[in-house]
T-cell receptor
Framework: DVKVTQSSRYLVKRTGEKVFLECVQD?????MFWYRQDPGLGLRLIYF???????EKGDIPEGYSVSREKKERFSLILESASTNQTSMYLC?????????????FGPGTRLTVT | RKEVEQDPGPFNVPEGATVAFNCTYS??????FFWYRQDCRKEPKLLMS???SGNEDGRFTAQLNRASQYISLLIRDSKLSDSATYLC???????????FGAGTRLTVKP
């Protein structure tokens, strides 16, 4: 079974704080992703990484950065948290299945910025 | 227009009912299609891939209509445990090109 873990389930931070969200997968997947999920909008891709030290912007990278120093770990960084970054953050890793890229998600981190 | 559109529901059905969800996508070059299930306050989990010829997994049947650019999910003999949000996902075969619908919420009642 694929296992993707995230460092926190719930997090409350103040505006302007630097926030680190950690994600670890144990299946040696090369591809890892960070999404945010907001009601009515579906999942939106923030950043993804296809290899160690490689990263590419997704649809909504503004206000975020990422780090991938080891294959199993992909971190999302909010340099200066703002209230509009209050959201559910989901990390995923993927493999190529018969039908294409299958993504496996961590449990999510519900971040509240006050 | 959203890239992947779903009826948000909610669909409220009795146990044993058959229920169908549709999803339309805008990118005609899309190659891969999936249904994910998401329980309340949990992460999305892959329910089934959708193949061109259609496929079935127990009580669940997925269909793809490329000409009309929609996919469907049919659930037969609904169980209480089927209550969840169902996400339609479309992929253009690139790593970063997974497009998620906002989900259709299903509640199965006794």
């Amino acid at each position: 079974d694929v296992k993707v873990t995230q460092s926190s389930r719930y997090l409350v931070k103040r505006t302007g704080e630097k926030v680190f969200l950690e994600c670890v997968q144990d299946m040696d997947h090369e591809n890892m992703f960070w999404y945010r999920q907001d009601p009515g909008l579906g999942l939106r891709l923030i950043y993804f990484s296809y290899d160690v030290k490689m990263k590419e912007k997704g649809d909504i990278p503004e206000g975020y950065s990422v780090s991938r120093e080891k294959k199993e770990r992909f971190s999302l960084i909010l340099e200066s948290a703002s209230t509009n970054q209050t959201s559910m953050y989901l990390c995923a890793s993927s493999l190529i299945g018969l039908a294409g890229f299958e993504q496996y998600f961590g449990p999510g981190t519900r971040l509240t910025v006050t | 227009r959203k890239e992947v559109e779903q009826d948000p529901g909610p669909f409220n059905v009795p146990e044993g009912a058959t229920v169908a969800f549709n999803c339309t996508y805008s990118n005609s070059a899309s190659q891969s299609f999936f249904w994910y299930r998401q329980d309340c306050r949990k992460e999305p989990k892959l329910l089934m891939s959708v193949y061109s010829s259609g496929n079935e997994d127990g009580r669940f049947t997925a269909q793809l209509n490329r000409a009309s650019q929609y996919i469907s999910l049919l659930i037969r003999d609904s169980k209480l445990s089927d209550s969840a949000t169902y996400l339609c996902v479309v992929n253009g075969n690139n790593n970063n090109d997974m497009r998620f619908g906002a989900g259709t919420r299903l509640t199965v009642k006794p």
